[in-house]
């Protein structure tokens, strides 16, 4: 069974920080996607990465796929109280036939 | 485009009943995948249907089962419910499947007592 291990579990910083949640697996990727999710709400796609290496930006968001596609992390530049939410990765697996994955999560709070 | 509507939205049920959740994904999607998520467990996966067919299933017993129409709606059933199935119940709908884009639904919050 793969497990996709996230961390920190839980993050609380001031405003203007900046933060790295890391995602990883002792098996290889064939794609992983970052979500945020906000309570009540179903979860939010922000990212897919697929190639070894790749970096993806979204505004202050910056998403890094590890060489060996088996790990991912998330940065975020200049913290706002708006990025506050449940930041999750999830990984499709070769052998897993589609199964998406899910980390615990990274609950993120930003305080003004 | 409307997003992914599920009903209903909040459910209280007790032990041993049975109970059906629908979720309508977004137009044009073909495949459906529904996940329960909880404070312990975190979000796992339960199934994802495609053009009426399981293509896929985790690691839930068989009381937990799902059906896809023609026109792509999705319905969830749960039966013999047990306080453990006390969850926040998400579907998630792309064009492609679980590995390419998904979109979810606010989901139903179950809670059996």
């Known amino acids: 069974t793969q497990l996709l291990e996230q961390s920190p579990q839980f993050l609380s910083i001031q405003e203007g920080e900046n933060l790295t949640v890391y995602c990883n697996s002792s098996s290889v990727f064939s794609s992983l996607q970052w979500y945020r999710q906000e309570p009540g709400e179903g979860p939010v796609l922000l990212v897919t990465v697929v190639t070894g290496g790749e970096v993806k930006k979204l505004k202050r968001l910056t998403f890094q796929f590890g060489d060996a596609r088996k790990d991912s992390s998330l940065h975020i530049t200049a913290a706002q109280p708006g990025d506050t939410g449940l930041y999750l990765c999830a990984g499709v697996y070769y052998n897993q036939g589609g199964k998406l994955i899910f980390g615990q999560g990274t609950e993120l709070s930003v305080k003004p | 485009k409307a997003g992914v509507t599920q009903t209903p939205r909040y459910l209280i049920k007790t032990r041993g009943q049975q109970v059906t959740l629908s979720c309508s994904p977004i137009?044009?999607?073909?495949?459906v995948s529904w996940y329960q998520q909880t404070p312990g467990q975190g979000l796992q996966f339960l199934f994802e249907?495609?053009?009426?067919?399981?293509?896929n299933k985790g690691n839930f017993p068989g009381r937990f089962s799902g059906r896809q129409f023609s026109n792509s709606r999705s319905e969830m059933n749960v039966s013999t419910l047990e306080l453990g199935d006390s969850a926040l119940y998400l579907c998630a709908s792309s064009f492609a499947g679980v590995g390419r884009e998904q979109y979810f639904g606010p989901g139903t919050r179950l809670t059996v007592t």
């Open positions: 249907y495609f053009s009426e067919t399981q293509r």
């Open positions: 137009s044009g999607h073909r495949s």
